[in-house]
């Protein structure tokens, strides 16, 4: 809780001041003290600083640890803490960023949970049935305009939610951005007032938010609002952080890293892969996306031998995934692990290429597309156009501008019609590339123009 009045004020510094010096005495740093009672170190800080409120279980059990006698609990006595003040952020506030009711469409639903590798955030990779499609309406219309969850929803809640994540996820790849869009934000925008609500956050509720984030951002990306995608990340970020959800994290910063290169911020999107590559030590599937990101920071920023060192390190990392990584992220075995490769593999070589003049890297980019054209399936189109861009990018900077047109004209119209930043960024690439180098050339000059 924020301070207000004077006294509490001192009240609480005063509070902040004997829990330090308790801390110390006891040789723990924040981080330690905060593992111990189940709290973010970030929590112990400003309860150090004076500038929130601790919770009474906290109090209690920082008494038995730090050995205080019950010093900390006396000094919270007085005056009686008043529930804490909403949450909020600038997307909770956007004005109309939400329709009246639930917009509920699906494919499929499912019948249990684990879906395409997402399983229950509170039950973890074991099987949860999922509530039926009436009833899910049902518990997303009592959410609406709530501010806490109401009591025996849980965990149905949860499956629905989560389903629905799956179900979004996979539409997100899909269809252009505004078709689900809406649906996402909903979701959010009551997962957040349920969040600010609650007297101690639903930390199940707090990692969906996280992920929701990550969808919500791309798609914002995906209409080059840049502003409002990266508000979302940073959003997405902070829940991914106080719940310590490493894979929303590492998902998160791969957007975050894609709207870097988007911006031409080399710096930025390898900042990223540094983060990813640390982020869980365990995890194989982590460090693959991470050298991919490094991989495509360090083409837009020029530097071929770390390029080329991060993807070889990718393509080891994708041979060496375990049974965790499986189980976690079957998206990236089989076909669509290669897919996600190949398609970074291409993009990098083809950057390099196009930097740097280089014309082996064209070509390999040129093959490396190839094979990952072929293995994007029919329902992700807007990945198959994009891909087909790339291709016929590689076969200019390979400096064969009659296989540039003859790939990229087929789908010209249908690029130019797909609502995606990224799609829209391809195009204008080859585009450039095609007028600056062969605009003498008829067919060519006309594509390009």
Sequence with gaps: MAVHATGESRQWSEFGRRLREWRRRAGLTQAQLGGRVGYHHSLISKLESGVRVPPADLVDALDRLLGTDGELAALCREPVREPEPPQRTLLSLLPGARPATAPV?????????????????LHGPLGCPVPDLATARDLLALIGPRRSAPHGVEPDLT??????????????????????????????????????????????????????????????????QTALSMAWFGHGLARADVVGDVPARVLLLAEVSTLARLDGDADTALACGRAMAVADGDRAWTRVLAQVALARGHALAGDDAECLRALAAAETGLSRLGERDLLE??????????????????????????????????RQAVVVTAGACALVPDWMRPAGLLLTLRLADAHACAGEPDAAVAVAEPVRAEAEAAGRVTIAAELAGLRSRLGRRWAAVPEVRAFAE
């Design 105 to 121: 469409t699906v494919r499929s639903w499912p019948a249990a949970l684990p879906v395409d590798g997402i399983g229950c955030p």
């Design 329 to 362: 992220v079957p998206w990236l075995v089989g076909d669509p692990g290669r897919l996600r490769v190949d398609a970074a593999a291409g993009a990098a070589l083809r950057d390099l290429a196009a930097l740097t003049g280089d014309a082996a890297a064209a």
């Design 159 to 224: 499956h629905v939610l989560t389903a629905l994540l799956v179900e979004y996820a996979h539409t997100s790849l899909a269809s252009r951005p505004d078709d689900v869009l809406p649906a996402v934000e909903w979701l959010l925008h009551a997962l957040i007032r349920l969040g600010d609500g609650d007297a101690e956050p639903n930390a199940a509720h707090q990692r969906l938010v996280a992920h929701y984030a990550a969808i919500a951002g791309r798609l914002r990306m995906l209409r080059g």
